[in-house]
């Protein structure tokens, strides 16, 4: 027996290299998909009719802040539109050589170097950036909070973990070494930040202050005429729910009806239980902070550069790569005429989410406020990737 053992350990230990020398060839990898379908810009619905040199600003505010970005830092996309700080960084240089206010020159740059992807059809929604009655201490005028992000608030890129899940975050607070979740809008609204310093500016009209957490940015006028203008900070992690949703599913309005200045005409006759109820079905929140800008600049974006308007748009990041150029093909409502325009994807929301989705970035004012609410329509995306 023991010397059967013997020739059996003895098999086992010499036959292997035999044994792996009769395996089968390793199967090749597949071979790398066909490259994206894209289209010369020319085929664009519009192009001849935009004046492109009026984004190039747009995109080179942008490059300022991917310029110190390490080459390798993601920007965004997937597939075809995954692009990094590095990638982007030659255009940038060529982008910076365009003489300003120059369309010739701005279409020559572009149709050498981008072709356009077609991202498909969704909706296109408007933004801007509110003005609002504040100050910077509490009375009985000025009683609604903007509060500072919580420094326990903890932001995690899932993308660093999970390749497929790039774009997306989740948003906690660590407590017995665990991921736990913030409070969403009613228990803040309830006093969950109460007492704790956290209040950057009072203002006069909860309404107000939700419609501002839903534009991300705005400008706080003082009683004394200083104007402070507020940034987004970061959010609670909790979805975004659309109220407007809310008042169809009750049948107040049909969803044909359903525009930023019809909510806010309800919540205006509504009694303030009945409307502070309608604004807590949103359990999203968001935090904000001081940022120094000069009147005549737009807010800061997800990018960190600043908004131009009608030439920025935000997107959903996990799509669209932020800093690129995006073809935009909708209806400007106001002017109830077609929109074909060169934007920049410099910025992100809660509700933008898909590949065609977008929000584009309609300015400050009340005719920019009239534009961004009216602004619910189908259109078409195409970002121009480099070639």
Known sequence: MRGARVAL????????PAVAQQRPA????????????TIPLTDLPGWSEDRQAEAIPALLTACRVIAPMAPGAPLGGTGPTQRTAGQLAPLC?????????????????????????????????GYYEPELRGSLTRNARFNTPLHARPPEL????????APDLRGRRIVGEL???????????????AGALAGRNLEIAWVDDPVDAFFLQIQGSGRVILPDGRLVRVGYAGWNGHPYFAIGRGLVERGVM?????????IRAWLATAGAAEATALMARNPSYVFFRRVELKPEEGPVGALGAPLVPMRAVAVDRAHVPLGLPVWVAGRDPVADAPLRRLTIAKDTGGAIRGPARAD????WGREAAERAGLMRDAASLWVLVPQ
Not at 94 to 111: C, K
Not at 154 to 161: H, P
Not at 254 to 262: A, G, I, L, N
């Open 26 to 37: 390793a199967i090749p990898p597949p071979p790398p998909p066909p490259p994206a379908p």
């Open 254 to 262: 049909p969803r044909e009806s359903v525009t930023m200045q019809s």
């Open 93 to 125: 240089e060529e982008a910076a050589a365009v003489p300003a206010g120059d369309d010739d020159a701005a279409r020559a740059f572009l149709l050498r170097r981008f072709r356009a992807l077609p991202m498909g059809q969704d909706t296109l929604t």
């Open 154 to 161: 903890v932001e995690i890129e899932l993308g660093n973990f």
């Open 360 to 363: 584009l970035f309609t300015g």
């Open 9 to 16: 350990l003895a098999l086992a230990l010499f036959a292997t």
């Open 175 to 189: 407590r017995d070494g665990r991921l736990q979740p913030l409070p969403d809008r009613s228990g803040i609204l």
